[in-house]
């Protein structure tokens, strides 16, 4: 049973940072795209970024871009998402998932994806 826990998550003001750490509790992540989706009350899960397996190939939503980074560090088995530059429209449930079957692509479909976190809140104020 793959386990994957998010932390990070908080207040912040607009225009204010958080990162975002999501820790595998096997070695699931060395091998496998990954990827941050999140939810706002009311609202479908919707996808924020991914990174495949090497590190190689990233993707990121148009309302993220240019503003977040996924990355990931295999000796720790974790991965990040460096949020800038936060919006009041970032307020959301954010998760972290794990694709096993595409490790080369960066997976941007949340249905593809097998294994997901519990969720952290990031709320931003404005």
């Known amino acids: 049973q793959v386990q994957l826990t998010e932390s990070g998550g908080g207040l912040v003001q607009a225009g204010g940072s958080l990162r975002l750490s999501c820790t595998a509790s096997?070695?699931?992540?060395?091998?496998?795209?990954i990827g941050w989706f999140r939810q706002a009350p009311g609202k479908e899960r919707e996808f924020v970024a991914t990174?495949?397996?090497?590190?190689?190939?990233?993707a990121y939503s148009d309302s993220v871009k240019d503003r977040f980074t996924i990355s990931r560090e295999p000796r720790t088995n974790t991965m990040y998402l460096q949020m800038n530059n936060l919006k009041s429209e970032d307020t959301a449930v954010y998760y972290c998932?794990?694709?096993?079957?595409?490790?080369?692509?960066?997976?941007?479909?949340?249905?593809?994806?097998?294994?997901w976190g519990q969720g952290t809140q990031v709320t931003v104020s404005s």
């Open positions: 990174i495949n397996w090497n590190g190689g190939k990233t």
């Open positions: 096997l070695r699931t992540m060395r091998t496998y795209t």
């Open positions: 998932a794990v694709d096993i079957h595409q490790p080369w692509m960066a997976d941007i479909v949340a249905e593809n994806y097998d294994y």
